[in-house]
């Protein structure tokens, strides 16, 4: 197995700016260029096997994009799909499919997931999502916020990464009524984990030629908990004398994400402020619909939109924008060191919405998922 220090090494090996036409989007691309000597995923026949999790809400449609797209590039990835599901109805078995899922990932070490449902309402109920990060130990949530060229919004020059601890903090999942009225929820951070985060944000930062890594937390509140991780943060800081350091509490760095947020670069932190802070820099560029993510870990990467919705609400209705999921996939190719493929592809979409003819709903346009799924395959055969 591959310490974490090779791990942080090989990851994310790639210039942070630059003019070439490929790298409209340099930070995802960026993040995505990870090195595949890490997991070394087999070939089987010339082809990756790679585990598809659709997910719930807009899942299957998006996934179908995905599919469609890599079909017709004729990408050498073969799927291997679990159709997990955490809504929960009289016939299905959601625990048996999560296991098949699972199994599915430590055979593969590559998957690309949608996401899965977790009812509010439902006590008992565990998040899948949290779950599968926990049972693989994908610490390492990676989620760029950057603006699309040609997608205005509000804020330019937009480029921070969120680099969030995915397995421990606030979703440890273990909650309890001591008395009735009485629930106490635990937090759980621990040193390990703390540095582990720590050094992948560094690590990240160095192999991207990024500048700054700040530390988002809440220590004047919770002075143990996360007083850990923020002093944590600081000692693995030591090693790395090129960067600039700082750190922020958390209802801080929100209010200065959505009125500054050209001041972030990288930035990394618990759990659940990872969650709001990735929900905030969505809507600063473009919504849910555009934001791809990955999970990484030392043996498994899964690779899944940086938002994390489910989007019940849209669900069959053919509006839901595909982009998060493609770029999602797209970072995973170059995971798997198909780079020609992932910039094929990445490239199609940017200039689709770049061209600006062509947009789904939630990026102010009236296509379908179908439509822009098509005018990226047009753009891909253009190329
Ligand atoms: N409710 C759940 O089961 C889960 C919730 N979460 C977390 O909770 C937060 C809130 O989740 P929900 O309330 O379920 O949000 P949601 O899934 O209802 O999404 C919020 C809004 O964004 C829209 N949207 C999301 N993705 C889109 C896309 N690709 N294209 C177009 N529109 C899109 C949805 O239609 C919806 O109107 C999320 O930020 C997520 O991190 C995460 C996993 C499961
Ligand atoms: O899995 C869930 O239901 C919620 C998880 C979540 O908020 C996230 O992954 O950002
Ligand atoms: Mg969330």
Redesign the pocket.
């Known amino acids: 197995m591959l310490s974490s220090r090779s791990l942080t090494q090989t990851l994310f090996r790639t210039a942070k700016a630059s003019s070439s036409r490929n790298a409209v989007f340099p930070a995802t691309r960026a993040m995505a260029t990870v090195v595949s000597d890490l997991f070394k995923p087999t070939k089987y026949g010339g082809k990756y096997t790679v585990t598809l999790i659709p997910g719930d809400g807009i899942g299957a449609e998006v996934t179908e994009s995905v599919k469609t797209i890599f079909k017709s590039g004729n990408v050498p990835v073969e799927w291997e799909q679990v159709d997990v599901t955490g809504v929960v109805t009289g016939n299905s078995h959601p625990e048996e499919l999560f296991r098949e899922s699972v199994n599915s990932l430590r055979r593969n070490k590559v998957g690309l997931k949608g996401i899965?449902y977790?009812p509010v309402e439902r006590s008992g109920h565990q998040?899948f999502?949290?779950a599968l990060r926990q049972e693989l130990d994908i610490y390492a949530s990676v989620v760029l916020i950057k603006n699309m060229p040609g997608y205005v919004t509000r804020h330019s020059n937009v480029d921070m990464c969120i680099i969030r601890e995915n397995t421990e903090g606030e979703y440890s999942g273990l909650e309890h009524q001591s008395v009735p009225g009485v629930v106490e929820s635990l937090k759980i951070v621990t040193r390990m984990k703390s540095e582990r985060i720590s050094k992948f944000a560094f690590s990240f930062a160095t192999a991207n030629q990024r500048k700054k890594v700040t530390c988002i937390h809440k220590a004047n509140i919770m002075k143990l908990a996360d007083g850990l991780f923020r002093s944590t943060f600081h000692e693995v800081a030591k090693a790395y004398p090129r960067l600039e350091v700082n750190d922020l509490i958390v209802d801080n760095a929100s209010m200065q994400a959505v009125s500054r947020p050209q001041q972030f670069d990288v930035l990394v932190m618990p759990n659940l402020y990872g969650?709001i802070l990735s929900n905030i820099g969505a809507a600063l560029v473009g919504g849910p619909g555009i934001i791809p993510g990955c999970n990484m870990g030392r043996e498994y990467a899964v690779f899944e939109p940086g938002c994390?919705h489910v989007g019940l609400d849209i669900q069959g209705r053919d509006q839901a924008n595909p982009t998060a999921l493609i770029l999602s996939a797209t970072m995973m190719l170059r995971h798997l060191g198909l780079d020609d493929h992932a910039t094929r592809i990445s490239q199609a979409v940017y200039d689709v919405v770049a061209d600006g003819k062509v947009r789904t709903k939630d990026m102010g346009g009236n296509s379908t998922t179908h439509d822009f799924t098509n005018a990226v395959l047009k753009q891909m055969e253009r190329q």
Do not use: D, I, Y
Request: cysteine-free; hydrophobic content about 30%.
């Open positions: 899965l977790t998040s999502n949290v969650s994390r």
